[in-house]
């Protein structure tokens, strides 16, 4: 009874043991760790995408997010410093998790020496971060279609979402609500600085895509 049991734990352990060569032993580690580590980041990040959820790295539930691209006249507007960074994460873990899956499948799945799988890993990457390029650019043209006009934000009242500089020496963003939708504009003061949270009214949309805010 005692060895059934020993072979059967010794059974159950083989397939976490190969597949633990298969990714973390030499020379399989150069692969398996990006792999891994790139599909972890990836998958999470996307999950947080479709959520859409607050606390998701820079989302905010129902803004629009556009990376900064100028879609016709409407659109949000988030800091082009945050649509780089939420563009790089899921760009680097794209290459990372290409990069090591067609790595993978090079050296252990053909039987490949290290050279040719490194090109293929090369190759993998660059597919999947064009592929998440191209999916990105369809999804936020799709987004474009339902954007509101900046102008229909005029004489809204609104809330700071990041603190905004006195007398037009930097940049603050305001969160207002157009058409049942929240979004997020960057905005200038003509006055003194405003504090985050406090309540403004939009005064003007400026030709920069910005909006000139004042206190309530």
């Known amino acids: ?22 990714l973390f ?21 996307l999950a947080l995408m479709l959520i859409a959820g607050d606390g998701s790295g820079g989302f905010d539930a129902d803004v629009d997010v556009d990376l900064d691209l100028d879609v016709g006249d409407g659109g ?3 800091d082009p410093g ?3 960074e939420i563009l790089s994460v899921q760009a680097i873990s794209a290459f990372l998790m290409g990069f090591g899956w067609a790595g993978l ?10 050279a040719p799988s490194i090109g ?6 660059v597919v999947m971060t064009w592929i998440l390029a191209a999916l990105l650019r369809t999804m936020y043209s799709l987004e474009s279609s339902g954007n509101v006009s900046m102008n229909t934000a005029l004489n809204s009242e ?26 997020i504009y960057n905005a200038v003061s003509e006055g003194e600085a405003i504090p985050t949270s406090s309540r403004v009214v939009v005064v003007r949309v400026n030709e920069d895509r910005t909006l000139t805010v004042s206190p309530v």
């Open 105 to 114: 499948g090079g050296l252990n799945g053909a039987g490949w020496g290290m």
């Open 25 to 45: 032993t030499e020379p399989a580690v150069w692969f398996g760790v990006p792999a891994v580590l790139g599909s972890a980041v990836f998958i999470l990040r």
């Open 158 to 183: 609104g809330e700071v979402y990041t603190s905004i500089p006195a007398r037009h020496s930097g940049r603050g963003q305001v969160r207002v609500v157009l058409e049942g939708r929240q979004r």
């Open 76 to 78: 949000d507007h988030l």
């Open 1 to 22: 009874m005692a060895e059934s049991f020993a072979t059967l734990a010794v059974g159950l352990a083989a397939p976490r043991n190969t597949m633990y060569e298969a």
């Open 82 to 84: 945050q649509s780089f």
């Open 120 to 125: 293929a890993g090369l190759a993998g990457g």
